[in-house]
């Protein structure tokens, strides 16, 4: 068992005193709600990238009872960009909850605060460390690289003895009197001197005793037991234009981009060249009779998923006729900059060639 008393707390504190210059904006904050807002958007997202989303956000909803009562739509416009977009489906579904059934209390235990929507174990410890000094560890990817390497820990970290493994360890070394401002100390350790790649080992205060140091291992821990598969996809999208419109739909549940807009789909297993789009029985059942005009198609655009490589092309199709598209409903160009849409499709339409020439 550790303490905090440890070699390894003191310096990690003394280091956080001394030398830590890492500035964001939420650092030293006790307002669970922007802790909390802070913790939603940086799960699965870099600081760096973060960080002006996190500003904005605070800046249109200063409280949750604005937030909890904003347009589904305008949050997730002003979430677009950032992906996992279950995220902010949680984060409204937060907000509403808290504004009315609790009449906008925040909620002030580690079990309360870990029961709502979109919150795990390490954001609902982040929580309550940070906003009501509450001594719970906070374990995330950088507690767990600075912790195996440290400590020469070769238990891979996604396995389940592993997490149980390294939460009882973080939790040992604690120091429970200023829980907040440990937790934080160790995740800038880890994003600014234990770094993934390039460790500053060279100015580690605690490389005379760090197992990985010692032992040549620092490039090899953390250790992971499962790698991702990652699948390939291939997206067409359709846009059809009519009377200086064109026609999107809400995308549903159970796949990626859920909520968020998007033109008329067809996934295929590559591009597909204009003869056979012509072709397509989908694209015929759509049309019907009347004649319609394939005036451009895109150049191929891709975008990096967790799991998966989206690959595709819009294909913008002239139609002299309504379109047969139950589901979807026909937008104006000022109409359509309202919409929130997936990075993969904001980048087609962020395109000066295509903003110039659409419609």
């Known amino acids: ?81 950032l992906g996992y977009y279950t995220r902010c489906k949680n984060l409204i579904a937060t907000a509403k909850y808290i504004a009315i059934e609790l009449q906008g209390a925040f909620p002030t235990t580690y079990d309360s605060i870990l029961a709502l929507k979109g919150i795990g174990p390490y954001t609902a410890a982040a929580i309550a460390s940070f906003a009501f000094n509450l001594p719970y560890a906070v ?3 950088n507690v767990y690289r600075v912790l195996s390497r440290f400590f020469g820990i070769d238990t891979p970290i996604d396995t389940t003895i592993g997490k149980q493994l390294y939460n009882t360890l973080a939790n040992d070394l604690l120091y429970k009197k200023m829980p907040g401002v440990y937790n934080q100390a160790l995740m800038d350790f880890g994003a600014t001197i234990c770094k993934p790649q390039l460790p ?25 037991e499962k790698s991702i598969t990652k699948k390939i996809r291939w997206l ?92 979807f409903k026909k937008t104006s160009r000022i109409d359509l900059l309202q919409l929130p849409f997936p990075k993969f499709i904001s980048n087609y339409l962020k395109d000066k060639n295509v903003s110039l020439n659409l419609f």
């Open 200 to 224: 500053a080992c060279h100015t580690c205060p605690m490389r005379k005793k760090c197992d990985a140091y010692k032992n040549n291992l620092v490039s090899t821990l953390p250790i992971k």
């Open 139 to 141: 374990v995330d990817g």
């Open 236 to 327: 067409n999208y359709l846009v059809f234009e009519h009377n200086e419109c064109v026609y999107v739909r809400k995308r549903g549940a159970k796949d990626i981009w859920e909520n968020l807009y998007e033109f008329k789909l067809i996934e295929s297993v590559g591009a597909l060249p204009i003869e056979k789009l012509k072709q397509l029985k989908e694209i015929k059942a759509i049309t019907g009779n009347q004649t319609f005009e394939i005036n451009h198609i895109s150049a191929i655009y891709k975008q990096q998923l967790t799991h998966q490589t989206i690959y595709g092309q819009f294909i913008r199709v002239k139609l002299t006729q309504v379109p047969n598209l139950t589901g």
């Open 1 to 81: 068992m550790k303490n905090p008393e440890s070699y390894f707390g003191i310096q990690l504190l003394k280091w956080n005193k001394l030398f830590n210059q890492r500035e964001m904006p939420w650092k030293g904050e006790k307002d669970p709600y922007k802790i909390w807002l802070s913790e939603i958007i940086l799960q699965q997202t870099r600081v760096d990238q973060g960080l002006d989303y996190y500003n904005r956000f605070v800046a249109k909803f200063p409280s949750i009872e604005q937030l909890a009562a904003a347009e589904e739509i305008t949050v997730f416009k002003l979430w677009e960009g």
